[in-house]
């Protein structure tokens, strides 16, 4: 299985401030890689796929960059409904998910 | 609008079978791939099994293979999970989730079903 580390494990940040989230695969993904939302009590939602491409309706405030093994997710201009956790996924290979971050604000 | 909604969730005693399903609508249920993805409570994301359109091709995490079946009946638009000799540690919100044939990207999800493995 293809292993996925993302850090951190939990954020706090302030409105309006800009975050970003690392994710590290154990091997080479070829850009393979999702971003997922989930706000609390809710399922996961679809952000990013092919490691930078938005899906449809998401805000332009999110982005996702990387190649090969270390992938990144950028929330600029944090909004309140940004308050989630958020996981990473590749699917190169059977699909594997990070570890989430928990986005809380300051 | 894209619907996914499952049911048959519940407490469950370890060795027993429970078997969940996800009711599918507002897209064409046999043009996409399925999977059931699982969270035990306060932790991440797992993948369970998989299953093609047609239902001829299922995948399946070690941890379930030989205990878990996934099966669809694209007639009527349902996904199931049979899952058999349940075990303490397969206690987790369960979702049902679509993707694209030819990956793994999961852009609907339902809203979970609750399974509680316990004596």
């Known amino acids: 299985d293809i292993q996925m580390t993302q850090s951190p494990a939990s954020l706090s940040a302030s409105l309006g401030e800009t975050v970003t989230i690392e994710c590290r695969a154990s091997e080479d993904i070829y850009n393979g890689l999702a971003w997922y939302q989930q706000k609390p009590g809710k399922s996961p939602q679809l952000l990013i796929y092919?490691?930078?491409s938005l899906h449809t309706g998401v805000p332009s405030r999110f982005s996702g960059s990387g190649s090969g093994t270390q992938y990144s997710l950028k929330i600029n201009s944090l909004q309140s409904e940004d308050v989630a956790s958020y996981f990473c996924?590749?699917?190169?290979?059977?699909?594997?998910f990070g570890g989430g971050t928990k986005l809380e604000l300051k | 609008e894209v619907q996914l909604v499952e049911s048959g969730g519940g407490l469950v005693q370890p060795g027993r079978s429970l078997k969940l399903s996800c009711a599918a609508s507002g897209f064409t249920f046999s043009n996409y791939g399925m999977a059931w993805v699982c969270q035990a409570p306060t932790k991440g994301l797992e993948w369970v099994a998989s299953?093609?359109?047609?239902?001829?091709?299922?995948y399946y995490r070690d941890s379930v293979k030989g205990r878990f079946t996934i099966s669809r009946d694209n007639a009527k638009n349902t996904l199931y999970l049979q899952m058999d000799s349940l075990r303490s540690e397969d206690t987790a919100t369960y979702y049902c989730?679509?993707?694209?044939?030819?990956?793994?990207?999961?852009?609907?999800w339902g809203q979970g079903a609750s399974v509680t493995v316990s004596s």
């Open positions: 092919n490691a930078n």
């Open positions: 996924q590749q699917y190169y290979d059977y699909p594997t």
């Open positions: 299953i093609s359109t047609g239902g001829g091709n299922t």
């Open positions: 989730a679509r993707h694209e044939t030819t990956s793994y990207v999961m852009d609907a």
